[in-house]
């Protein structure tokens, strides 16, 4: 079948940094993306891997192993706002968007 | 420029009732996506629209059905509703093909089957 697996649930410190974790399963593969999701709003794109390797934005960064079928969302001077949930998603072979159940992350003042 | 707006933001139907809901895509944005979100199974893809063509369609009952229109504005539609159906509804659009990967979504339609 088709999945990606990521933890369920993480708990950082304010200031800290945080990674996580996505592996997948999929007949296909076109590249590995990273959405967030605050509670009640609309999940909002942060980042992309089409190629191994790590790609930073600002605060965010994003690394992709597809000989490993695995991929990360690394989180850095973690601020309270970015308490939410994280969603990697890929898409297939089929065309099919595929999302991971979501991280959640809590973060500790 | 404006995002992807939905509507209703809200709906409370009862079972067995029908309902459409519909989603207009960032201006220019060809491609339209539509999720089911719930707590226990997080985001199901429903089905995906590009250029009025319904490109690939999950794994949901035909009682899940949606179209887009030339302006690329796309409705979906449930017949037949059941308790489960409740949850929230997004709708997802993306520039084209070569842009899936990115996809802005909306606010979302909140869906309560009583």
């Known amino acids: 079948g088709q999945s990606l697996e990521q933890p369920s649930e993480v708990t950082a410190v304010e200031g800290a940094i945080v990674q996580i974790n996505c592996t997948y399963q999929?007949?296909?593969?076109?590249?590995l993306s990273w959405y967030q999701q605050h509670d009640g709003g609309a999940p909002t794109f942060l980042s992309y891997n089409a190629l191994d390797g790590l790609e930073e934005t600002g605060r965010f960064s994003s690394f992709l192993s597809r000989s490993d079928s695995y991929g990360y969302l690394l989180l850095q001077e973690l601020q309270m706002k970015d308490s939410a949930s994280y969603f990697c998603?890929?898409?297939?072979?089929?065309?099919?968007?595929?999302f991971g159940s979501g991280t959640r992350l809590s973060i500790r003042p | 420029k404006a995002g992807v707006t939905q509507t209703p933001r809200y709906l409370i139907k009862t079972r067995g009732q029908q309902v459409t809901l519909s989603c207009s895509p960032i201006s220019g944005h060809r491609s339209v996506s539509w999720y089911q979100q719930t707590p226990g199974q997080g985001l199901q893809f429903l089905f995906e629209?590009?250029?009025?063509?319904?490109?690939n369609k999950g794994n949901f009952p035909g009682r899940f059905s949606g179209r887009q229109f030339s302006n690329s504005r796309s409705e979906m539609n449930v017949s037949t509703l059941e308790l489960g159906d409740s949850a929230l509804y997004l709708c997802?659009?993306?520039?084209?093909?070569?842009?899936?990967?990115?996809?802005?979504f909306g606010p979302g339609t909140r869906l309560t089957v009583l």
């Open positions: 629209y590009f250029s009025e063509t319904q490109r």
């Open positions: 998603a890929t898409g297939s072979s089929a065309s099919k968007i595929i």
């Open positions: 999929t007949s296909g593969f076109y590249g």
């Open positions: 997802a659009s993306s520039l084209g093909d070569r842009e899936r990967h990115e996809q802005f």
